[in-house]
């Protein structure tokens, strides 16, 4: 039997799924629940937060499979997307550093 599950809901329970895999050494199995998540958060709801809490979370998931190189390239990515976010909504940053940093800060999902 094949049951339904709204978007609101499966939005709640992957960042809990994502980070119990990760606790516990599975970051190759978080990668494509990540990604669902990642897909969910940009093209459902269009919403910043859980893209930025599940950015930082693949980041950490390329990093515990010792692909350093890909894993600084998504928190580059992040801090530059945080940096125009941030310019287009008239906060004065200097860097794109402090840009993530402010963006991470009002966005993060703990």
Do not use: F, K
């Amino acid at each position: 039997m094949c049951g339904r599950c709204n978007v609101s809901d499966m939005l709640d329970g992957l960042p809990c799924i994502i980070a119990v895999l990760l606790e516990n050494g599975y970051a190759l199995a978080a990668l494509p629940v990540i990604a669902l998540l990642e897909w969910l958060a940009q093209h459902i709801q269009g919403l910043l937060p859980p893209t930025v809490a599940v950015r930082l979370q693949r980041a950490q998931a390329l990093t515990q499979l010792g692909l350093l190189t890909e894993a600084a390239a998504v928190l580059a990515a992040l801090m530059q997307v945080a940096w125009l976010h941030c310019c287009a909504h008239a906060h004065h940053t200097t860097t794109p550093l402090h840009a993530a940093l402010w963006c991470v800060s009002r966005h993060m999902v703990t």
